[in-house]
C-alpha cells in the first residue's frame, strides 16, 4: 500500500492548524481506503473555446508545445480534438462549441465574472486521472460527499461516456474525471464519430513545419505543471479536496510576500516524472481583497480571480536543459517563438546559479490560457524560487488587470 504522509515537506508557508490536521486524516484515510492504490496519474485534460476557434489554438500548441493533432470526436454539440504526445504523458482534449448560443454549466460559470464572460466558452474544464476501477472509485467517493455527473447528464453536457466525471469543484470551478485503461493499452474516448478533420491536421502540420523550421522542437518536453488561482479563503480547501479526489500528495507551499500570494504544490504520490503526471499547483492571495485597501497591497491574484473566476491560469512546458551557442535552450525558444509575432510578458527570469529560467506567454486569444516555459539546470528539484514567482506574478498582474467599473 502506498504511504501518501511520510514525504517530504517543502516551503515556508504556515499553513492553519486545521489545514495540518486534516491534511493527515484525508491522505491516511484515502491511503486505508484503497483509493490511493487505484487512483493513478493524469491521462488528459479539457480545454474548451468558442467556436470556430480550435483551428487556430491547434497551430498555437502545435508551434508552442510536443502536442500533435491526432483525431477529432464529432458529436452533437461540440468538435472535441484529441491531441497527443505519446502514451506515456497526458492527452489534451480540445472542446470547440458548434453553436454559439449553446449554454451549459461550464459557460455559467464564465458568466460570472466580468472578463470570463467575454468568452463564455473558453476555460479549462479540469482533469481526467486513470483509475484500475473506475465504479469502486466512483462510489468511494460518493460515500465521501463527493458528488458527479451522472450518465444522462454527461450526454447532454457532450462528454466521453467511458468517462466518470466530479461536478465542478466549489473552490476551483474544475472537474475530476475518472476513466480505466489496461496496462499498456491505447487511451481512447468514447464519444461522437471518429474523424481526421483536414483543417485541423492542416493546422497541426503549420505549426510543426514552424517548430521544425525555428529549431525548436527537440528541445521542447512533455508538460511540468498546471497552476490554478483561487480565493484566499478557499486556497486550504482547495488542496484538500483535490487530494482526497487524486492519488497526490502535498509537497509544500511558499509565501510570496511580495506578491501578497503563495504557491502551493501538489504531486503525485508514485513520485512519477512530471511528464507522465503534472504538478498541480494551487496560487491564492494571502488576504483577501475586501481587505486589501488597509495594507495597499498588490493583489494580483485574487484580481485575476475576480476577473476570470477561479481557474485555471497557466500549463508550464518544460524546456530540455543545455545551451547552444552560449545561449540557454529557453532562451532559443523564446526568441523563435517571439520572432513568429507571440508575445511574453516578460524577459526569462532565474539563471543557471538560482537552479532554473522561467517565462510567462501572454494569454492566449482563444483559450485564455498563459504558457509557462521552465527550463531546470543540472539536478534542481523544485518548481520555482521565489524571486522568479514575485516576478512571474507582477508581469501577469499587469497584463490581465482591468478596470474596477468591470
Not at 503549420?206 to 512533455?222: N, S, V, Y
Not at 511528464?275 to 488597509?294: D, E, G, I, Q
Request: charged share 25%.
Amino acid at each position: 500500500m502506498i504511504c501518501s504522509t511520510t514525504m517530504p515537506r517543502f516551503g515556508d508557508k504556515k499553513n492553519s492548524d486545521f489545514f495540518e490536521e486534516y491534511l493527515q486524516r484525508l491522505l491516511t484515510q484515502r491511503d486505508s481506503s484503497g483509493l490511493t492504490d487505484m487512483i493513478g496519474g493524469i491521462e488528459a485534460f479539457m480545454i474548451s473555446v468558442e467556436p470556430g476557434n480550435s483551428v487556430e489554438y491547434i497551430t498555437e500548441l502545435a508551434l508552442m508545445t510536443p502536442y500533435n493533432y491526432l483525431v477529432t470526436l464529432d458529436s452533437e454539440k461540440h468538435l472535441t480534438h484529441v491531441l497527443r504526445i505519446d502514451m506515456n504523458s497526458p492527452d489534451i482534449l480540445l472542446r470547440e462549441v458548434k453553436y454559439a448560443e449553446h449554454n451549459d454549466i461550464f459557460r455559467s460559470l464564465n458568466d460570472l465574472y466580468p472578463v470570463g464572460a467575454k468568452r463564455p466558452h473558453s476555460r479549462y474544464l479540469g482533469e481526467i486521472l486513470l483509475t484500475t476501477n473506475r465504479h469502486e472509485v466512483v462510489a468511494l467517493q460518493q460515500e465521501r460527499e463527493f458528488r458527479f455527473f451522472s450518465i444522462g447528464q454527461l450526454a447532454d453536457l457532450d462528454l466521453p461516456l467511458n468517462v466518470s466525471i466530479s461536478k465542478p469543484s466549489p473552490y476551483t470551478q474544475n472537474v475530476v474525471g475518472y476513466m480505466e485503461r489496461p496496462e499498456n493499452g491505447i487511451r481512447f474516448y468514447q464519444h461522437g464519430n471518429c474523424v481526421i478533420l483536414p483543417s485541423a491536421q492542416a493546422a497541426n502540420d503549420r505549426g510543426k513545419e514552424m517548430q521544425t523550421r525555428l529549431g525548436i522542437g527537440d528541445l521542447l518536453c512533455p508538460i511540468d505543471h498546471l497552476a490554478t488561482r483561487v480565493y484566499s479563503q478557499n486556497r486550504e480547501s482547495a488542496i484538500l479536496e483535490y487530494l482526497a479526489l487524486s492519488s497526490y500528495y502535498f509537497w509544500g507551499s511558499y509565501d510570496i510576500a511580495d506578491q501578497n500570494s503563495s504557491t502551493n504544490v501538489t504531486k503525485n504520490t508514485r513520485l512519477d516524472p512530471e511528464s507522465k503526471s503534472p504538478a498541480k499547483v494551487f496560487t491564492a492571495n494571502n488576504h483577501p481583497y475586501c481587505v486589501n485597501h488597509l495594507d495597499k497591497m498588490p493583489s494580483p491574484t485574487e484580481t485575476f480571480v475576480r476577473n476570470y473566476g477561479p481557474r485555471m491560469h497557466h500549463i508550464a512546458v518544460e524546456v530540455k536543459d543545455g545551451n547552444q551557442q552560449g545561449k540557454e535552450n529557453i532562451d532559443v525558444v523564446v526568441d523563435a517563438i517571439t520572432a513568429q509575432g507571440k508575445g511574453f510578458l516578460l524577459n526569462t527570469v532565474g539563471s543557471r546559479e538560482e537552479g532554473l529560467k522561467q517565462i510567462f506567454s501572454s494569454a492566449s486569444d482563444f483559450s485564455s490560457l498563459i504558457i509557462e516555459y521552465v527550463q531546470r539546470f543540472d539536478d534542481f528539484d523544485g518548481f520555482f524560487t521565489k524571486e522568479n514567482v514575485a516576478s512571474l506574478t507582477y508581469a501577469a498582474g499587469q497584463e490581465e488587470s482591468v478596470s474596477n467599473e468591470l
